[in-house]
């Protein structure tokens, strides 16, 4: 249990280089970690290019943190190459992730209801934003369409966070500061509220999850019925591998309630408030 | 004649990585490295400790970019240890430089004369300033008392800027732009106009100067009398070698001239506007 986990911002982006733009969202990153009980140890700032993304996180895994974050480039346009330089640097492909595939077309079906988008066609600029790098987890985006992305390498976490600094910051918010805080913790809970699905039903996979994940804890918690089943299904690990393993069957359970199209709702840590 | 010169900026600051400030040192100088012609390929950011600066300089250095500018920790603190960072990079001893301390004893003279401080002592702090990695040249401030610093290391020139903005952006536009603008253009001229020194007693030097800078353009121009001698002399260099030599010439001259206490005034690239 280190009192200090070591960071390591990658910032992305030509306008970052070029005098345009202030690089803000590293240093409000900085301020997170910071306050998370982390500290950023060096800001590496690169432009669109996909040999330099490549280069700059080969260097920041070199360094061993615990942490390396990525803002920028996940956009539809050719010119964002972030998560092509980051699969690079890991050595595998890039993948269309279903997940990720789905939270924009759920995006972009909600942008259409809200008539702030003519058409929700999920065009290949659009799905190129679900292809993630092998291994990846997608990161939902509260306040845009790009998913961000997390993916473990070696002892390092590398989170891809989107570049317009509201999307960085609901996704960091999300999805980044309650792991980093487990980092500190050294334990997380995940518990994955489920509605429709009666407990029996899910029984085999979650036998199978805990089955699996040997250092998980998997526990299902009947909620009784109000109208239709509750279940409350908690997930909990300590430590590297118990976190990894409670990331992982978090998303094989969503994947099979998504396929079973289960509402359903997820909080993360939630006692490490 | 390159179109467009590589430029890595290596920002030092434990309060960039904390959160408390943005980088708007980096953001001002890309413009300018913008505006001048060229482009900053990366920008690194790292804290207040000797090892990560070392580091930081090897790493720029073996991209061998044209520019290095480094800003942050030349103050007179324990803990401004840029100087000693960058002499550890280049595998030189820091030592004390006369025209630094010259400029930093001047400086708080001003300061004294001007109410802005009470005691013009050169402490051991304050001279702790005037360290410069053996072969810099000092760069004059002329919005603060720390002054900067210059050093050639194989293909790029390393730069060493304080980290206060108003005397970051003071230093760069004296010194740097123009050299800058020089890297482009490949020629670079200094004219250095001299009060009270006759021509005849500066021949001596000058003739030794052309002798041993073959690359350099030696150039001296009798001004007439008003009340006292004036004369105007030109160093003129093209390509690399030039510009390191007429910079060398540059500094010999002003040593001497330091010496006699003569009044003088520098302009350079006089015609690069």
Redesign the interface.
């Known amino acids: 249990m280190s009192s200090s986990f070591k960071t390591i911002v990658v ?1 992305v982006g030509n306008e ?9 969202n ?10 998370l009980g982390g ?9 669109d290019d996909l040999a ?1 993304i490549e280069e ?1 996180l080969r ?1 920041a895994l070199e360094r061993k943190p615990a942490w390396i974050v990525m803002t920028g480039g996940l956009g539809p346009t050719y010119d964002d190459v972030t998560l092509q330089g980051v699969a690079a640097a890991l050595g595998v492909p890039l993948v269309e992730d279903n997940r990720a595939r789905e939270m924009i077309v759920r995006r972009l079906k909600e942008m259409k209801e809200a008539g702030r988008l003519d058409d929700a066609t999920l065009t290949p600029e659009r799905a190129k934003m679900a292809r993630l790098p092998e291994g990846s987890s997608p990161l939902s985006n509260p306040a845009g369409t790009a998913p961000g992305a997390l993916v473990r390498s070696g002892d390092s976490w590398v989170v891809c966070l989107p570049g317009v600094p509201a999307e960085m910051k609901a996704v960091f918010l999300e999805h980044v500061a309650p792991r980093m805080a487990v980092g500190r913790l050294s334990t997380m809970t995940v518990e994955v509220e489920v509605w429709g699905q009666p407990e029996a039903s899910m029984a085999p996979l979650l036998k199978e999850l805990a089955e699996k994940y040997q250092s998980t804890y998997v526990k299902s918690h009947p909620k009784g019925f109000e109208g239709r089943s509750r279940v409350l299904v908690q997930l909990t690990g300590r430590g590297r591998v118990g976190v990894d393993e409670v990331m992982a069957a978090k998303g094989e359970l969503l994947e099979y309630l998504n396929s079973k199209g289960a509402e359903y709702k997820v909080l993360e840590n939630p006692d490490s408030g």
């Open positions: 910032s970052l280089l070029n005098g345009r733009t202030a690089n803000t590293a240093q409000w990153l900085c301020g997170q970690v910071y306050s500290e950023v140890r060096r800001i590496l700032t690169v432009p330099a700059a260097e």
